[in-house]
């Protein structure tokens, strides 16, 4: 059976069961397992930060581009201030607030003040389009929105007064500004009740959904616990290895592995608003940072990079954790080379949880060629069509249950149901495939599947064999609808310099040893890909572009 439950004391390699007879247990006795094995601290950020600020009140907490700086001690009294501005609009325990901020101080200092009035995060990207962040606003009944007058060129406070003119109550809306902070718009009385799936509710974050509406993930304070001890231990994370970031803030990655970790870790948080390589170097050395996690377009531009000083790329990050898009082993072999001090590792996780690395022990085929093992209590299995569990090695929907998945969608019990097994485990809708050793590869999405003369094909093996042809910057594999075949194999391109050809790809990939009925049959040149805010490309947007060119067959312009 293709099962792996990570956490054994034996070592990260090892395939038994974290516990005897895991995966037939009982939630409730799950639950008890994971509070006896510290996974479940029954402990709120809050509480756990405060005593970090009376031990390192003095040192740095968050720094921004900007050149902003609060230690631990005022970062704790700036919250606080902000806290008592919105209570006094109205804000309460258990209220649910959105946070559309961008990576600047301000936003730590927002998250850590809903911490202190016991409200509900809501995390948002900058980038989310004013009917989003209404929809978004309605289906949680939100009680307030805190975000900044403008971002650059985006009037950040124009999207939150049109979420207010059509989120279909009285939605608050505070701006940052050079006095703190002023309301902008009052919070008026609504039915703010909590479903009963939201008992423990602590923060919700929406999918970047490639594909309609975005969902709304719920977490409480222990699943999130979870996956922060689960990389404090992995990473040897704690006060003394500053963050690093430049993923959005408003989503998973910039929310887990950024502002509650190093509340968690108590670890600077140094962030990079507008992304710029050459920048982030600079700032890496200039605080020392030890870790950091962003998407795969981040390590190719750090990878590619100037850095004209004696000192090796990225000298102080001991760990860079790649995710939220295919990483081709081409680039991750680039990376080892060119940061000789950093480890560097796929990733693998939703923003309903999961979370998947390699460590350092790792081999380096399964450096190469996968995302790793779970954190520890994740349990993983790969599942055929018919719904049983797949022999090791081969390919099927991967599925987890574990301290660190979320508790529900919000307002979408049923969605949330339909998505779950029998037995608790959440179905991801990625294809993979885990080996004997417990480390999962992850072959595709179930709805990126390319159906070609009724034979199913992965995008992913045939994006990692083109991804370092010399002509190609970015690509993406598609199916394109085909009146013969159903679907031909579409390979869409970004391209370095000067496009390469079809027939060039098509040699690229049979030298890589791909079969020949895997090889693309379309290419399509674009300028850019579209991208969720975690670096994922959009792929049903990727569709309409590339359909829209040419007959189905050959190559198109």
Same mark, same amino acid.
């Given at each position: +059976? ?54 390192? $009140? ?33 804000? $309460? ?28 995060? %809501? ?6 389009? &004013? ?9 949680t009944s939100a009680r307030a929105l805190v975000s900044l007058e403008r971002h650059g060129a985006v009037r950040l406070g124009d999207i939150a007064q049109e979420a207010v003119a059509t989120c279909g109550h009285g939605l608050g809306v ?30 919700? +974050? ?17 699943? !999130? ?10 990473f040897s994370l704690g006060p003394d290895t500053p963050i690093f970031l430049a993923s959005p803030l408003g989503h998973s990655i910039g929310t887990v592995h950024g502002t509650r970790l190093s509340l968690h870790t108590g670890a600077p ?7 710029? &390589? ?44 790649? $995710? ?21 590792? %796929?990733?693998?996780? +939703?923003?309903?949880?999961?979370? %998947? ?40 929907? !991967? ?20 998505? +779950? ?22 072959? $595709? ?20 064999? !083109? ?13 394109? &609808? ?10 869409? %391109? ?10 060039? !790809? ?9 079969p020949k009925h895997h090889c693309p049959e379309v290419l399509r040149i674009v300028d850019r890909m579209p991208m969720t805010p975690a670096g994922k490309i959009r792929k049903a947007d990727l569709r309409t572009v590339a359909v829209g ?9």
């Amino acid at each position: +059976m293709s099962e792996f439950h990570p956490g054994d004391p034996d070592g990260p390699q090892s395939a038994r069961a974290v516990f005897p007879g895991a995966a037939d247990a009982s939630r409730a006795e799950r639950e008890s397992r994971y509070r006896a094995m510290g996974w479940w601290p029954s402990e709120r950020l809050l509480d756990r930060y405060a005593v970090t600020v009376q031990r390192l $009140g003095d040192r740095l907490a968050v720094a921004d581009a900007a050149g902003r700086q609060l230690s631990h001690g005022m970062l704790w009294r700036e919250a606080g201030r902000l806290a008592e501005k919105l209570e006094e609009g109205g804000v $309460g325990r258990g209220d649910i607030v959105i946070l559309l901020l961008p990576n600047v101080v301000d936003a730590q200092v927002a998250f850590t003040a809903l911490l202190r009035i016991g409200a509900v995060p %809501v995390s948002l990207p900058t980038r989310t389009d &004013p009917e989003t962040v209404a929809y978004a606003a309605r289906l949680t009944s939100a009680r307030a929105l805190v975000s900044l007058e403008r971002h650059g060129a985006v009037r950040l406070g124009d999207i939150a007064q049109e979420a207010v003119a059509t989120c279909g109550h009285g939605l608050g809306v505070f701006l940052f500004d050079e006095f703190g902070g002023t309301w902008q718009t009052a919070p008026t009385s609504q039915d703010a009740s909590l479903p009963a799936s939201a008992a423990d509710l602590a923060h919700i +974050m929406f999918t970047s959904s490639t594909t309609g509406r975005p969902k709304a993930v719920m977490h409480s304070d222990n699943t !999130l616990a979870a996956l922060n001890i689960g990389f404090a231990e992995r990473f040897s994370l704690g006060p003394d290895t500053p963050i690093f970031l430049a993923s959005p803030l408003g989503h998973s990655i910039g929310t887990v592995h950024g502002t509650r970790l190093s509340l968690h870790t108590g670890a600077p948080l140094i962030l990079q608003d507008a992304w710029d &390589p050459e920048r982030a170097l600079e700032t890496i050395e200039a605080f020392g940072c030890a870790f950091t996690v962003a998407a795969t377009p981040f390590l190719k531009d750090l990878v590619d990079a100037s850095w004209p000083r004696s000192t090796p790329k990225l000298a102080s990050l001991r760990s860079f954790l790649c $995710g939220g898009a295919q990483v081709p082993p081409s680039l991750m072999e680039t990376a080892q080379a060119r940061f000789p001090n950093t480890f560097v590792t %796929v990733l693998w996780g +939703m923003t309903e949880g999961g979370l %998947v690395t390699c460590v350092r022990e790792s081999p380096r085929e399964k450096l190469l060629n996968t995302a790793g093992i779970g954190l520890p209590g994740l349990e993983l299995r790969c599942l055929s069509a018919a719904g049983g569990a797949v022999p090791a090695g081969e390919e099927g929907e !991967l599925v987890m249950r574990g301290p660190g998945v979320f508790t529900g969608y919000f307002g979408q019990q049923d969605l949330y149901e339909s998505e +779950m097994t029998d037995d608790g485990f959440f179905r991801t809708g990625d294809l993979a495939r885990i080996d004997a050793d417990g480390y999962v590869q992850i072959t $595709g999405r179930l709805k990126d599947l390319i159906i070609r003369g009724g034979v199913n094909i992965s995008p992913a093996p045939i994006e990692n064999a !083109l991804a370092d042809h010399p002509g190609v910057n970015a690509v993406a594999v598609i199916g394109h &609808p085909d009146d013969r075949l159903g679907e031909r194999i579409c390979a869409v %391109v970004v391209p370095d310099g000067e496009a390469p050809s079809l027939e060039a !790809l098509i040699a690229h990939a049979q030298a890589k040893r791909l079969p020949k009925h895997h090889c693309p049959e379309v290419l399509r040149i674009v300028d850019r890909m579209p991208m969720t805010p975690a670096g994922k490309i959009r792929k049903a947007d990727l569709r309409t572009v590339a359909v829209g060119d040419g007959d189905g067959s050959g190559e198109g312009p």
